[in-house]
T-cell receptor, first 116, second 112 residues
């Protein structure tokens, strides 16, 4: 149980285009979803927290207009990187938790984004 | 602010040897404590977690961790390492329902 998927697993795009990454909880309802970013050989940094049906809460320094997060249902959250630039190239990982077990996050496999 | 320190960036152990990965945290109260493992290019898998109760926690894949309040530590151990354990290990802390704060990670290499 507690499986989280992400799609796509990797994406290459041209500078200036937008990219959407999906995060799905496959066998549970995720009241809260989290989006992290991981640079090579570094730890995970939280970008934002989203609750179903509410606006996402962004961490300091994360541009909310650049990283659009939507959590429209209890099983799906999306992260859209708008007008992507090479410096946005990174590994993006989502996680999800349930209302009954908010203390534990289950992570997706990650999406590697390369902006050319 | 919460912080997590994993003092060892890299650790190399021989297959079959015992393993201990160190984790120290800084937080006013007892936080929720976690160990995750990440294989190259993959997401994170939860190994074990501690919230309260018995300070020795058993996890998956033969791992265990011990919470020591006096040392603000939550070290991960395994009595006999397998080659498949080679990966990066992250210690993390959180308040209930709030964001996870991760350590920098420890890369484990297993030599045969």
């Amino acid at each position: 149980g507690a499986v989280v998927s992400q799609h796509p697993s990797w994406v290459i795009c041209k500078s200036g285009t937008s990219v959407k990454i999906e995060c799905r909880s496959l066998d549970f309802q995720a009241t809260t979803m989290f989006w992290y970013r991981q640079f090579p050989k570094q730890s995970l940094m939280l970008m934002a927290t989203s609750n179903e049906g509410s606006k996402a809460t962004y961490e300091q320094g994360v541009e909310k207009d650049k990283f659009l997060i939507n959590h429209a249902s209890l099983t799906l959250s999306t992260l859209t990187v708008t007008s992507a630039h090479p410096e946005d190239s990174s590994f993006y990982i989502c996680s999800a938790s349930t209302l009954a077990h908010q203390e534990t996050q289950y992570f997706g496999p990650g999406t590697r984004l390369l902006v050319l | 602010a919460q912080s997590v320190t994993q003092p060892d960036i890299h650790i190399t152990v021989s297959e079959g040897a015992s393993l201990e990965l160190r984790c120290n945290y800084s937080y006013g109260a007892t936080p929720y404590l976690f160990w995750y493992v990440q294989s190259p290019g993959q997401g994170l898998q939860l190994l074990l977690k501690y919230f309260s109760g018995d300070t020795l926690v058993q996890g998956i894949k033969g791992f265990e961790a011990e919470f020591k309040r006096s040392q603000s530590s939550f070290n991960l151990r395994k009595p006999s390492v397998h080659w498949s354990d080679a990966a990066e290990y992250f210690c993390a802390v959180s308040q209930y329902g709030n964001k996870l704060v991760f350590g920098a990670g420890t890369i484990l290499r297993v030599k045969s």
